[in-house]
């Protein structure tokens, strides 16, 4: 491990002018991961290019959750072989939730040889020394320790100058039986309070308008910690931040959605009126063999108890198709359960089965009947969603404008707090703003509307 000085001094001009590129899979938890990599490359002294063709530093940040990801990132290194081969001072370096496998780690050891340094979620502090070392001793480096406290006062990058993540928590403790992120990312930990909010605090002081709480399951924070908090409480200490104009959080279990959280909602304007609650299945008995702890009644119960509270508040979701014991009938449940609910949207996947996992076992169910399920899902959600973007026609709502719309130059895009992505014409300089707009076009994925007073 390098710990010298002088070794860093001697490096210290030897990054100026080289840049990095990093490719991110997965979810906003490696997002932010990635914040906070590009930021410790930023201080070494490189920059950053969208190019990857060009990058001198180039990083994948991985993930595990389904085989296609794990496909993708095989491919895009694999492409990189001649690169390496012409330019052989190029660093190229994984990370990430696939890294924290021995399986993946060994594939990566020995049939992409191209890849130099190799390092896992619990170890992102240590990036700097890890090049480093690899310069020095000309070796590759696999380095996937666990030193990196959560507490640990790490800067970051923030995508913008307005919006931020916070990491509240890492891990899982929940061992859903398809699901991989357990293994991958460990037992579930929280921060300290005090160390969010102040945090959250210097983001505020700093501009920031919008701040999502980030945690694989954010409503069990606190529960196994020292410190007496909940994230109900912790969220309403962040709302009540002055100055604070947008918070969101990000992901929740159904299992632990308690009344308390929505009162906190409910009282506080600046916390987004959007939930995004993972149903996976509208079958008790695919609930049950997943371990998620809870019943089509009870999700059911927490649309009503979130919509009776909130009347406007956007529900999403995430649904999985092709459970290996998942029947029609199991099926069709799903599908009444998307009926009744009304999702503003949903994340739906086809059951992809991950090594280790309990589901892992089962016989997968025929390729073919899958893919005609996930289909029927989506002739099912559609509509639904399309409906609900109806509803907002001709109504006037808040938006932060976060970026140039990517179909059109002369449009920017940006979100209502519902969560709803809205294109509007308007000019560059209201990005980071928060305007009205009015809505006069909508899609199934999207609305579209103009700037009003
Ligand atoms: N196969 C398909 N989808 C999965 N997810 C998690 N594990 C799997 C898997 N093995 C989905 C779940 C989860 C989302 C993040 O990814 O719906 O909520
Ligand atoms: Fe995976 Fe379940 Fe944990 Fe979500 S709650 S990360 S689906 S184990």
């Known amino acids: 491990m390098i710990e010298d000085k002088k070794i860093f001094e001697k490096y ?14 997965g979810c906003q938890m490696n997002e932010h991961d990635s914040e906070r990599i590009s930021f410790l490359l930023e201080k070494l002294g490189y920059t950053k290019t969208d190019d990857r063709s060009k990058a001198d530093f180039i990083l994948f940040n991985t993930c595990l959750v389904r085989e296609n990801a794990e496909l993708k990132l095989y491919g895009q290194i ?8 012409e330019h052989p001072d190029k660093i190229i370096s994984v990370s990430g939730c696939m890294m924290q496998t021995t399986d993946a780690r060994k594939i990566i050891e020995e049939k992409y040889k191209n890849v130099d340094i190799v390092f896992g979620t619990k170890n992102i502090n240590k990036l700097p020394k890890l090049i480093l070392e690899y310069l020095e001793t000309g070796k590759r480096v696999f380095d996937v320790s666990t030193e990196y406290e959560l507490n640990d006062f790490v800067e970051y990058n923030n995508k913008n100058n307005f919006q931020a993540y916070v990491n509240i928590m890492r891990g899982c403790d929940n061992f859903c039986s398809y699901c991989i992120v357990p293994y991958a990312r460990g037992r579930e930990e929280s921060r300290r309070p005090s160390d969010i909010i102040e945090e ?9 308008k919008e701040i999502t709480l980030l945690g694989q399951n954010v409503n069990s924070y606190g529960n196994k910690s020292k410190f007496n908090a ?18 969101r959080f990000i992901s929740s279990h159904p299992k632990d959605l308690t009344k308390d ?15 995004h609650l993972p149903l996976q299945s509208g079958s008790d008995k695919v609930l049950n063999e997943m371990n998620r702890h809870y019943t089509s009644e009870k999700y059911l119960e927490l649309v009503k108890m979130l919509r009776n509270s909130m009347p406007d508040i956007s529900i999403t979701t995430d649904i999985i198709v092709g459970y290996p014991t998942e029947t029609e009938e199991d099926f ?3 599908l009444e359960i998307c009926k009744k609910v009304e999702f503003d949207s949903a994340f739906t996947f086809e059951y992809s089965p991950r090594p280790g996992t309990r589901a892992s076992k089962l016989k997968s169910l025929e390729k073919e009947i899958v893919q005609d399920r996930f289909e029927r899902l989506l002739n099912v ?16 709502v808040q938006v932060l404008l976060e970026e140039k719309s990517k179909n059109d130059s002369e449009m920017l895009s940006g979100r209502t707090d519902t969560n709803k992505l809205v294109h509007v014409k308007a000019p560059i300089s209201k990005i980071g703003e928060i305007v009205n707009v009015k809505i006069k076009k909508h899609t199934s994925f999207t609305l579209e509307g103009d700037m009003v007073d």
Do not use: H
């Open 12 to 25: 210290n001009d030897f990054f100026k002018g080289k840049k990095y590129n990093i490719t991110t899979f």
């Open 78 to 85: 694999g492409s990189l072989k001649k690169i390496k081969q």
């Open 200 to 208: 959250c605090n210097s983001l505020v002081e700093r501009g920031f």
């Open 230 to 247: 909940s994230f109900p409480e912790l969220l309403d200490k962040i709302a009540n931040i002055n100055g604070l104009e947008r918070l």
């Open 261 to 275: 959280l929505i009162d906190v909602m409910k009282k506080n304007n600046n916390i987004c009126k959007s939930f």
């Open 332 to 334: 069709l449940q799903t």
């Open 381 to 396: 959600l559609y509509p639904i969603f399309n409906k609900k973007n109806k509803e907002y026609l001709g109504k006037t």
